[in-house]
C-alpha cells in the first residue's frame, strides 16, 4: 500500500503485513473504513468550525460598515484599532547598516527599504 495513504490511515507498514500474514484483509479494510470515516468527521467539524468564524467575522465587518456609513466614526476607529492591532511579540530585532562614505549602495538601500 501506498505510504502517504497509510499515514493518513494512521496505520504502519508492518501492520498491514501483520494483517495480510493473519489472512485478515477484512479487518483491514474495516478499520481502513473506520478511520477514513474518523478523518472525515474531521474534517466537517473542522469546516464547520472555519464557517462559523467566517460568519462572525461577517458579521463584525457588516457592524464596521454601519457605523462608518451611518456617522459613528468612534466605533469604526475602534474596529480598525482591533483589526490594525499589530504584532504583539515582545521579540524585536535591530539592525544595522553600514555604508560607504560615496553612497554607492544607494540602488540597494531603496530595494532594501521597499522591501522592508
Given at each position: 500500500m501506498h505510504a502517504d495513504f497509510l499515514q493518513s490511515v494512521k496505520i504502519q507498514e508492518a501492520?498491514?503485513?501483520?494483517?495480510?500474514?493473519?489472512?485478515?484483509?477484512?479487518?483491514?479494510?474495516?478499520?481502513?473504513?473506520?478511520?477514513?470515516?474518523?478523518n472525515q468527521n474531521e474534517s466537517q467539524i473542522q469546516n464547520n468550525q472555519n464557517v462559523e468564524q467566517a460568519n462572525q467575522d461577517h458579521d463584525v465587518s457588516e457592524a464596521f460598515l454601519v457605523n462608518l456609513y451611518g456617522g459613528d466614526?468612534?466605533?469604526?476607529?475602534?474596529?480598525?484599532?482591533?483589526?490594525?492591532?499589530?504584532?504583539?511579540?515582545t521579540n524585536s530585532c535591530k539592525t544595522l547598516i553600514l555604508i560607504d562614505a560615496t553612497n554607492s549602495m544607494q540602488m540597494l538601500l531603496d530595494q532594501t527599504k521597499s522591501n522592508v
Open positions: 501492520e498491514v503485513d501483520k494483517y495480510k500474514a493473519e489472512g485478515n484483509m477484512v479487518e483491514l479494510f474495516e478499520r481502513i473504513m473506520k478511520q477514513l470515516n474518523d466614526f468612534e466605533k469604526a476607529i475602534q474596529q480598525l484599532k482591533v483589526w490594525n492591532a499589530g504584532k504583539s511579540a
